[in-house]
């Protein structure tokens, strides 16, 4: 089971998630899930998360009727396998040492 489970919900962001995804995948720490949570995007989210889900094995799709961004994290917390959990917004991109410095941390106070 992964250390971390990341949710993005995915809605209509075809213009933004590859930045997203590139910054999940270029993360320096290795013990991660994505749950790719695409809520009935109408545009090509799902054609482009399935290349990441296929070119990495982190990256996991999961397809569902359109029910808002609420419905879609709730889903991603019900699949997750993490012992944490993140949730990133398909228009954000994050610090590629984001979650080896949070660990870092959680490991010095947990000491």
């Not at 590859?18 to 009935?40: A, M, W, Y």
């Not at 999961?62 to 879609?72: C, D, L, P, Q």
């Amino acid at each position: 089971m992964p250390k971390l489970s990341i949710i993005v919900p995915i809605y209509d962001v075809e213009e933004y998630i590859r930045h997203c995804l590139d910054s999940i995948s270029k993360q320096t720490f290795p013990d991660f899930e994505v749950l790719l949570i695409n809520d009935g995007s109408p545009d090509h989210c799902e054609e482009i998360c399935q290349t990441y889900a296929k070119n990495d094995n982190r990256f996991i799709v999961i397809n569902k009727e359109n029910g808002g961004v609420s419905s879609a994290r709730n889903l991603g917390l019900e699949k997750a396998k993490g012992d944490y959990i993140s949730f990133v917004d398909p228009d954000d991109t994050i610090d590629q040492n984001l979650y080896k410095d949070i660990f870092e941390i959680f490991d010095k106070t947990s000491a």
